[in-house]
T-cell receptor, first 118, second 112 residues
Framework: EAGVTQFPSHSVIEKGQTVTLRCDPI?????LYWYRRVMGKEIKFLLH????????ESGMPNNRFLAERTGGTYSTLKVQPAELEDSGVYFC????????????????FGPGTRLLVL | DAKTTQPTSMDCAEGRAANLPCNHS???????VYWYRQIHSQGPQYIIH???NNETNEMASLIITEDRKSSTLILPHATLRDTAVYYC?????????????FGGGTRLMVKP
């Protein structure tokens, strides 16, 4: 079974530019999450999709960040315009829709996208 | 979500058991204990989770105290590849979609 994949693995952009990160969850996983770690900080939740719907976007830092999951498969996270403080590692995770107690609620992470804004 | 407290860092000799403690004294009856680890430059990796019984899988064992206020992750025979930051996380049972709240974790250094 293929794991969560993310693209690109690295991105270096200038302040003010736009970057789009992509996440492909494990096949059949309805739940998809975005997290990020900025320099020196802990990993923080950004948002959660159930299929194509945003279930919780309480962690999104501001309106420069836009996440989509059209069709309920892969997801994109766009940062526009990027700022210096957006530099960090962006992780995607996915889990099945079934409840906890089984492995269905366990989140499996991708390798992350390392974003550097200059 | 309940908070967890872990030591900042620990060392372990290669081949020995690594015992990583976690305090979650405010855990409620409907919260699981999850363990993840992050090896340098990789994404967080799921290790194990449990509610109140001890659990074992191919990676590790999880020992939860009877009062559920603390737990210990045991790597029975640590290798150099187990060097990583280990995160103890509590998470409610009743919502499969809840976010994971990462703390600072324990940086485990396995030494030859």
């Amino acid at each position: 079974e293929a794991g969560v994949t993310q693209f690109p693995s690295h991105s270096v952009i200038e302040k003010g530019q736009t970057v789009t990160l992509r996440c492909d969850p494990i096949s059949g996983h309805d739940n998809l999450y975005w997290y990020r770690r900025v320099m020196g900080k802990e990993i923080k939740f950004l948002l959660h999709f159930v299929k194509e719907s945003k279930q919780d976007e309480s962690g999104m830092p501001n309106n420069r960040f836009l996440a989509e999951r059209t069709g309920g498969t892969y997801s994109t996270l766009k940062v526009q315009p990027a700022e210096l403080e957006d530099s960090g590692v962006y992780f995607c995770a996915s889990s099945q829709a079934s409840g906890l107690g089984l492995r269905g609620g366990t989140q499996y992470f991708g390798p992350g996208t390392r974003l550097l804004v200059l | 979500d309940a908070k967890t407290t872990q030591p900042t860092s620990m060392d372990c000799a290669e081949g020995r058991a690594a015992n990583l403690p976690c305090n979650h004294s405010t855990i409620s009856g409907n919260e699981y204990v999850y363990w993840y680890r992050q090896i340098h430059s990789q994404g967080p990796q799921y290790i194990i989770h449990g509610l109140k019984n001890n659990e074992t899988n191919e990676m590790a064992s999880l020992i939860i105290t009877e009062d559920r206020k603390s737990s210990t992750l045991i790597l029975p025979h640590a290798t150099l590849r187990d060097t990583a930051v280990y995160y103890c996380i509590v998470r409610p049972i009743n919502n499969a979609g809840n976010m994971l709240t990462f703390g600072g974790g324990t940086r485990l250094m396995v030494k030859p």
